[in-house]
């Protein structure tokens, strides 16, 4: 059981960077600064909205599976 558990947080967390990763990246923080661009925040659409949720889904389960780690 506690080697399922380090596999399946291993894939996780590379899923998670893999995410991570593909996110769109903005303006940075230069348009937080009064930097151009039209606004800090936007609307995700499409696929980036589902690259969105995929990496918070993630996120959680990895967290989760730190935890029981732990508790096992």
């Known amino acids: 059981m506690q080697t399922f558990i380090s596999i399946a ?17 903005g303006t940075a923080l230069g348009s ?3 930097g151009e661009g039209g606004g800090f925040y936007s609307t995700r659409r499409g696929i980036q ?4 949720w995929a990496t918070i889904v993630c996120g959680a389960l990895f967290i989760g599976l ?3 780690n732990l508790v096992i």
Request: net charge positive; proline share 0%.
């Open 9 to 25: 947080q291993i894939i996780v967390a590379i899923l998670l960077i893999v995410f991570i990763l593909f996110q769109q990246r």
């Open 32 to 34: 937080a600064f009064g």
């Open 49 to 52: 909205k589902k690259i969105f």
């Open 66 to 68: 730190a935890i029981l």
